[in-house]
């Protein structure tokens, strides 16, 4: 996508920015929204002196295909969520405390719940998954 911009030569850009020029302070100097605008004319400019060699940026339309190609090829595929093995659970330890959602939706799991109580480590990592009403913590084999 070629954008224009009005009564900016890239040539002054690139000059400005061999002088010591920082990118905002170019940025300000010509107007421009965004660093990405002085990055282009930059870009440009360079290619204009010859520099670096010219380049297009245009992108092409991809061809749109009818019929029954278009149910085969899918630009995004949902990935199928593996779910480990539904198992009844080996120990199950009942703490007698309750945990609400917070307001950020997170849930708060504190050190003597964790340690004290259920016998996890500090640094165990867990796979965390849900099997109908329940929420489990796996202890992970491997760190992530």
Request: charged share 25%; proline share 6%; glycine share 6%.
């Amino acid at each position: 996508m070629q954008i224009e911009y009005k009564n900016i030569d890239p040539k002054v850009v690139v000059n400005e920015i061999r002088n010591g020029r920082s990118l905002e302070s170019v940025q300000k100097v010509f107007g421009l929204k965004f660093k990405s605008e002085v990055q282009d004319l930059y870009l440009k400019g360079l290619m204009e002196m010859g520099e670096i060699p010219q380049v297009a940026f245009n992108k092409t339309a991809a061809p749109i295909s009818h019929g029954s190609d278009n149910l085969e090829r899918t630009p995004f595929r949902k990935r199928e969520r593996q779910r480990p093995p539904v198992s009844n659970p080996i120990v199950v330890i009942k703490t007698g405390n309750f945990r609400t959602i917070g307001q950020s939706g997170s849930i708060t799991l504190n050190r003597a719940l964790l340690i004290e109580m259920l016998g996890f480590a500090v640094g165990d990592s867990f796979e965390i998954y849900r099997e109908d009403d329940m929420v489990v913590l796996k202890k992970a084999s491997s760190p992530v």
